[in-house]
């Protein structure tokens, strides 16, 4: 085997979309006093997934029902990240009205990779929301 090939190995992984994203992992969503966050909602994302996740937060506790968003976050999120054994319910429209979707544990980086319908996607587009811990 040639020494050449783990740096061959090390650029490809480097190339591969979502290996090196920077939003944080689920399991360290919580607050500094320990106590757990349900999902974090970010305004910004990119098409290089490292510069995703960032941008102002939005945190969520469990169990936060928002059938109106602040009017700053309406139709804003761009990146999400859910944490372990939690669940975000979103909604295209103010008032839990128009297309859904559930996010489950794990991160979202680029929310146009998920699409809401034929021609549209979930970036910039939630509008209400509910998060749930179990």
């Known amino acids: 085997m040639s020494p050449l090939c783990p740096v061959l190995l090390a650029l490809a992984l480097a190339a591969v979309p979502g290996v090196r994203a920077a939003c944080p992992a689920p399991a360290d969503l919580k607050r500094p006093d320990g106590t757990r ?60 009205a128009g297309k859904t979707h559930k996010f489950s544990t794990g991160a979202y980086p680029r929310l146009e990779e998920f699409r809401k319908g034929i021609f549209g996607d979930w970036s910039n587009t939630i509008a209400s929301l509910y998060c749930r811990c179990y």
């Open 37 to 96: 966050t349900c999902a974090k909602l970010y305004d910004k994302s990119d098409p290089y997934y490292e510069n995703c996740c960032g941008g102002a937060e939005l945190s969520l506790e469990p169990d936060t029902d928002l059938p109106f968003l602040p009017s700053n976050w309406a139709n804003v999120a761009s990146s999400l990240v859910v944490a372990p054994r939690c669940e975000i319910t979103v909604w295209s429209l103010r008032g839990k």
